[in-house]
């Protein structure tokens, strides 16, 4: 065993002088990287996009850039309110001439197509009705479908009108578009008043209010963060040393972000897990870190064996937490939604790049500073170095031992009362992103109220059926008439063909994405006419996207599971704890999910909070908050789980290795998930609703993980184990000790029969349970 021990402390030997060598250089090369990073990652904001919702693969996101390019009318992502202010209406002659004037202006910008308005389809109405009696059915047919579009485009009490359009390309080409048009467009124009809305609009809004929600969020959290730290550490200068950190990930991540919106689509909202994980994983590691130094230095250690040693041990925790953050991150690059791969991206950047600066720089700043990184003392100084509620953790060792005194009482109790938690999500009801994400003074959330509340038919709410291979005239027909039939349907309206291939507008009643309109794109679709048609529409997407999730998520499942699994066997040599682990991680996220059910589905507490509830949640919503969760929660895991395994090979009891872990770390995971949840609520005081909910219900599974999982249900759970919970099979424990030997281990002091040093510190309780 001695020569497993040799071989970890060499590993970390030669990578403790490997950062420390040339610490001025070291961190000289950090802030040419930082400037680099800042330069390289300038203007990521500006190619980022709003949307990403959609499965590209699906049958709905085929038929809708088919017909965005073929009939680009029929999918019309700008919307002109025109507002006549007048007795008459929309339909006063001055009204209508300016109207037609601003449709006139709009069809003659490159990019812009498919222009239509009211008052256009108004006349077109009365010309085929003109023309009804010498054309017969067909001539009727298209009167009726005209006089539908204009009543359909007119409000019912007559004072306000749309003008609709498709502006083409990608979402940042349309973005562009829209930002030259709308200044000119929007405001008074002679009679009328002009607002916009639209997807193009609401995407616009998006990303503007999200990064001035952003910049918000990070002149709360900075302060309040370094406040948090000072009061922790009792010295500022160890208080800069986390912030340090989590500037530099930030920016590195934006750069690499920057990178990667040259070759694919990259989510807006992405921006908000970089500065929450940014700021919050480095800050936990840095904490782990600094905290385990000045432990050392209060041991007698000099400042370069203080950083071998917590390079060791601390280091080493810290690495295999970014692993298993990163892997739960990964599994959402399993899901073709770009909105999830983009917080993959962002996620595995920052997690990655925190911890490569917190294993470089931050040690190398550690020692030039030596014991100056106590310097600028605030708090008073207590027991090894820092304020009591942190570092003695009498108030822990007690709980443990009170939690292992009632291990069973503890353990049903708490998991009954998790579970009793997460009930409300058994009635969550999936939907889709729309304006409602806004603040209700948003103008294009203002635009679509009215057209929800003001215009007849289901404004948003049809379905569109792109029809191609050259149909027969009487298998159209057919074909129409089935789909008329279908419950639900109000109107089919076409088709319009043209060359060889058209489309179909259904109209359904109720809303866009209820249950009901979702049965009928599945009607639909098991309609199965003698030719290819594609089904596509909002609810056509949610139904793809579900089906999209529903298909991967196992997957993606048993990828964090198994990655979990086996990195921390590698941590704990045990092949119990890794499961206990993985189910107290999925029991500390029910709080989470029973909350966004019951606060962001079902309106409660909507007011308080300021935003606008829609009935259902994002359908990738959910995915993504169990990835970054389950991640964050292992992350305090791997932080408790370590120092008791070092316990543990210290002393081989395992009652007072739990005591011991729980006491070195309770205090120290507290103020960490307090400091994320800080970090996190700062981003839930955004105005946009899934970034509110995202922020809030990730600060609350923090809080959960840390308070409740790791000091109540840990400790009961590793007694009621018992002699089983450090047990692992001959050929897994063998192979266990040749990776600590090969440096990869911790390679503790019990391994090689040597006891560590602590100093003699009367608070120490760390007798028996029970005794």
């Not at 300038?42 to 919702?53: E, H, I, L, Q, T």
């Not at 004072?159 to 609709?164: F, N, V």
């Not at 692993?323 to 990964?330: D, E, G, I, N």
Request: proline share 4%.
């Amino acid at each position: 065993m001695a020569e497993g021990t040799s071989g970890g402390t060499a590993g970390a030997g030669r990578w403790t002088r490997f950062v420390t060598a040339r610490p001025r250089l070291s961190l000289l090369l950090a802030l040419v990287f930082t400037a680099l990073a800042v330069v390289a990652g300038s203007g990521v904001a500006d190619r980022m996009s709003g949307g990403g919702w959609q499965d590209p693969a699906s049958e709905s996101s085929y038929a809708a850039d088919a017909l965005d390019e073929e009939f680009p009318g029929a999918r019309p992502n700008l919307l002109l309110l025109v507002d006549s202010g007048r007795p008459d209406g929309v339909d006063d002659p001055a009204v209508a001439a300016e109207a037609e004037r601003l449709a006139g202006r709009l069809a003659a910008v490159d990019s812009v197509e498919g222009v239509t308005s009211y008052w256009a389809a108004a006349q077109a109405a009365g010309r085929a009705e003109g023309a009804e009696g010498a054309e017969g059915a067909e001539g009727a047919r298209e009167a009726q479908g005209a006089a539908a579009t204009a009543a359909g485009l007119r409000s019912e009490d007559g004072s306000e009108a749309i003008i609709a359009a498709r502006i083409t390309g990608d979402e940042t080409r349309t973005s562009e578009i829209f930002d030259g048009l709308a200044p000119e467009l929007r405001g008074e124009h002679g009679p009328v008043e002009v607002r916009l809305g639209g997807q193009a609009a609401v995407y616009d809004e998006l990303q503007s209010t999200i990064q001035e929600d952003l910049l918000r969020a990070e002149i709360i959290a900075l302060p309040v963060t370094l406040l948090l730290l000072i009061v922790v550490f009792g010295s500022a200068v160890a208080a800069l040393l986390p912030l340090a950190v989590g500037i530099v990930a930030i920016l590195g991540t934006n750069a690499v972000l920057r990178g990667i919106t040259e070759f694919a689509d990259v989510s807006v909202f992405a921006q908000n897990l970089t500065t929450a994980l940014g700021l919050g994983l480095a800050i936990d590691y840095a904490l782990f870190i600094v905290r385990r130094y000045r432990e050392e230095l209060a041991a007698g250690a000099d400042p370069l064996g203080a950083v071998g040693t917590t390079l060791r041990t601390a280091g080493r925790t810290v690495l295999f937490s970014a692993l298993t953050v990163a892997v739960s991150l990964s599994a959402m690059l399993l899901f073709p939604q770009y909105f999830l791969r983009s917080f993959a991206y962002a996620g595995i950047a920052v997690v990655l790049l925190a911890a490569v600066a917190a294993l470089t720089v931050l040690p190398a700043a550690l020692v030039l500073l030596g014991p100056r990184v106590n310097s600028w003392r605030i708090m008073p100084r207590r027991g090894g170095g820092m304020p009591g509620g942190v570092e003695s953790g009498r108030g822990w060792a007690r709980l443990a031992k009170l939690v292992m005194r009632r291990a069973p009482v503890f353990a049903v109790l708490t998991t009954a009362g998790l579970v009793l938690l997460g009930l409300p999500f058994l009635q969550v009801e999936f939907g889709t992103a729309d304006d409602r994400q806004l603040p209700k003074s948003a103008e294009s959330h203002v635009v679509q109220e009215h057209i929800r509340d003001g215009f007849p038919g289901t404004p948003g709410g049809t379905i569109e059926i792109y029809v191609e291979g050259d149909p027969a005239a009487a298998e159209l027909a057919g074909y129409r008439e089935r789909i008329a039939a279908l419950d639900g349907v109000e109107r089919v309206d076409g088709p319009a063909m043209d060359a060889g291939a058209g489309y179909l507008t259904v109209t359904a009643g109720g809303e866009a994405v209820d249950a009901a309109s979702q049965d009928l794109v599945r009607d639909i679709r098991d309609i199965g006419p003698p030719f290819e048609a594609s089904v596509a529409g909002t609810a056509a997407d949610l139904v793809d996207a579900k089906d999209s999730i529903r298909s991967v998520l196992p997957w993606a499942a048993l990828m964090i599971v198994l990655a979990t699994l086996i990195l921390l066997f590698l941590l704990t040599g045990s092949v119990l704890i890794p499961f206990v682990a993985v189910v107290l991680n999925a029991l500390s996220l029910t709080a989470m999910f029973g909350a966004i059910v019951w606060v962001f589905q079902d309106g409660n507490l909507s007011g308080v909070l300021n935003f606008t509830a829609t009935g259902d949640i994002e359908t990738t919503l959910p995915v993504l908050m169990f990835c970054v969760a389950f991640g964050l929660s292992m992350d305090y895991g791997v932080f408790l789980l370590s120092r008791i395994k070092e316990e543990y090979d210290r002393t081989g009891d395992r009652d007072r290795a739990v005591v011991f872990g729980l006491r070195r770390t309770g205090g120290l995971i507290t103020a960490a998930a307090v400091i994320l949840a800080v970090v996190m609520v700062a981003i839930g005081t955004s105005r946009v609703t899934n970034t509110k909910m995202l922020g809030i219900g990730l600060a609350l599974a923090v809080l959960m993980d840390a308070m409740v999982v790791r000091g109540l249900l840990v400790p009961a759970v590793l007694k009621l184990t018992g002699a089983a919970t450090w047990w692992a099979p001959g050929p897994l424990r063998r192979f266990h000790e040749r990776v600590e030997r090969s440096g990869f281990g911790e390679g503790g002091p019990r391994a090689s029969g040597q006891e560590e040093q602590r100093p003699a510190d009367k608070s120490d309780d760390l007798t028996p349970v029970g005794g």
